[in-house]
């Protein structure tokens, strides 16, 4: 026999949970593209209190459509071991080339970040952040749907430690700091510079290199990096996401270790 109201209570009272016990946590990330997850799942895994906030119903961002809709994503050498390490099967097309599935990519990174301990919010969207002494301690949030139907309802808060844009070409969490926060990023113009045209090899290592501090208390990973300090696009080549998400983590676990 099932029982209705058990079902509902069942939801309502395991998402309030869920949502209670990361009302302040030690990173927030924004997005759940390659970038975002691989960062999750790094955080997570080391053992950090970690939410992730992602606007649509799925999670996997620019990934599942590999490029122009042909499923299939390149990842070039150096960060085919984040794919095996994360039990991704990849197949070399040429040397230093190589291949996944787009939707198993997705999946998989979902689900092992998950498994890692992440904690993933959908249809949920970051639309402001909150600042103190200088520094962002937290983000405002919204459910998408109140933001899509323009809906004239105030959000909520989480407190985070450190924040990850991972937001990909919109590099939403920076914009709203530059727009609405009365101090410079930590770029060459103290605004969000922007993405520049496609040049895959070039980007990817740009995108490296860009995965920093903002501004203080959020880093940046992934497209939003390039995005940000003002490098070029890469296309349907993945690298530089898993790898940068990997290093927003490993830097936002360095001061929090630092921190404690
Ligand atoms: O765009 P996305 O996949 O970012 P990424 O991890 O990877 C970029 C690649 O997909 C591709 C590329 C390189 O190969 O250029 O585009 O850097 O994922 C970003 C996610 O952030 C969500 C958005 O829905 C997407 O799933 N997002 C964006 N703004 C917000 C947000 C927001 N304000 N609140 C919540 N989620």
Redesign the pocket.
């Known amino acids: 026999m099932l029982d209705e109201t058990i079902i509902t209570r069942a939801i309502i009272e395991r998402y309030m949970d869920k949502l209670q016990s990361h009302l302040e946590v030690d990173a927030a990330i924004?997005?759940?593209?390659?970038?975002?997850l691989v960062a999750g799942y790094k955080l997570a895994q080391a053992g950090y209190k970690t939410a992730l906030?992602?606007?649509?119903l799925s999670i996997g961002?620019?990934?599942w459509g590999g490029g122009m809709m042909f499923n299939e994503i390149v990842v070039q050498q150096e960060a085919k071991r984040i794919l095996d390490e994360m039990g991704v099967a990849t197949r070399q097309f040429e040397p230093s080339y190589h291949t996944a599935d787009s939707v198993l990519c997705a999946s998989t990174l979902c689900s092992q970040a998950c498994q890692a301990g992440l904690t993933i919010f959908n249809l949920?969207?970051?639309?402001d952040v909150m600042v103190r002494d200088h520094r962002v301690v937290g983000l405002v949030i919204n459910w998408s749907a109140v933001e899509m139907a323009k809906l004239h309802v105030d959000p909520l808060t989480i407190r985070a430690r450190y924040t990850i844009d991972?937001?990909?070409?919109?590099a939403?969490v920076v914009r709203t700091i530059a727009r609405k926060v009365d101090a410079s990023l930590f770029t060459k113009t103290g605004e969000v510079v922007g993405e520049r045209s496609l040049w895959a090899e070039v980007a990817e290592s740009h995108t490296l290199d860009n995965t920093r501090e903002a501004f203080p208390g959020v880093f940046t990973?992934?497209?939003?990096s390039n995005a940000t300090f003002g490098s070029y696009?890469?296309?349907?080549?993945?690298g530089g996401?898993l790898l940068s998400g990997e290093k927003a983590a490993q830097m936002v676990g360095e001061r929090l270790k630092a921190e404690k």
């Not at 924004?30 to 975002?36: E, N, R, T």
């Not at 949920?124 to 639309?127: A, F, M, Q, R, T």
């Not at 991972?166 to 919109?170: V, Y």
């Open positions: 924004v997005g759940g593209g390659p970038a975002g906030f992602e606007r649509k961002g620019g990934m949920v969207s970051v639309e991972a937001t990909g070409h919109a939403e990973a992934g497209m939003c696009r890469m296309g349907p080549v993945f996401m």
